[in-house]
């Protein structure tokens, strides 16, 4: 927040004035005329000050915008990726009107955005989730695209029946198949985990400090 003070204009308008008064009344071209209406006209000047003071104004000072987080060209392009997929899911939600798709999508939605998070903190993963981004989620979202594009004829037929119920179907299972995507993207953090832990153990057991220190 940044004070700014606007001075006013009265001051000069006053001693605008007062000259233009005595100069009606004396006659400034006698010195000492001119010396009593300078003295008047610093009095009103002081006066006026007083009277009409600065205005006061408060200004938001704009915030510099942070550089933006990189996490390296191969997870910025994932995470590019991943946010135009999910803002297409998330427009496609809001376009198709049954209740039961809309809640497929935002559990693909939730799996999608894990996914991506995950490059994060594990860029090793970056290839396969490159691969999942190239086929699953383009293909899940054609199949969205084709049930709301039938759901919107409005009409009951083989074709458009048979074709919805198929992608209903198939979008059970492609939940499903991001589950277990996410899940095989922590093979890598849980085998160093349990490597981890074995060799912990080994160093308990190297220092006796493993199983009940009263034994």
């Known amino acids: 927040m940044r004070e700014i003070k606007t001075k006013s204009a009265g001051p000069i308008y ?6 233009l008064l005595y100069a009606l009344c004396f006659p400034l071209y006698e010195l000492w005329h001119f ?3 300078a003295a008047v006209t610093g009095l009103a000047w002081f006066i006026s000050t007083k009277i009409f003071k600065p205005k006061i104004t408060y200004v938001e000072e704009p915030v510099p915008e942070a550089d933006p987080i990189t996490y390296g060209e191969a997870v910025d392009a994932i995470i590019a990726e991943g946010k ?26 939730i799996i999608t955005d894990k996914i991506i998070e995950d490059t994060v903190h594990d860029p090793s993963d970056v290839p396969q989730v490159k691969r999942f981004l190239s086929y699953y989620i383009p293909t899940t979202i054609k199949l969205l695209n084709a049930y709301d594009r039938m759901s919107s004829q409005g ?20 939940v ?13 953090q849980a085998l160093d985990i349990e490597t981890d832990i074995e060799v912990m153990n080994q160093m308990l057991r190297r220092e006796s400090l493993s199983g009940d220190p009263f034994k």
């Open 84 to 109: 135009l997929a999910i803002g297409e899911m998330s427009r496609l939600r809001v376009s198709i009107n049954d209740l039961g798709i809309k809640a497929k999508i935002d559990e693909l939605m």
């Open 176 to 188: 499903e198949a991001y589950k277990k995507q996410l899940d095989s993207l922590f093979a890598n």
């Open 14 to 19: 006053t001693i605008a004035i007062a000259w």
């Open 35 to 37: 010396l009593v209406a």
């Open 155 to 174: 009409i009951e037929g083989k074709n458009i029946t048979g074709t919805m119920h198929s992608i209903e179907e198939m979008l059970d299972r492609a």
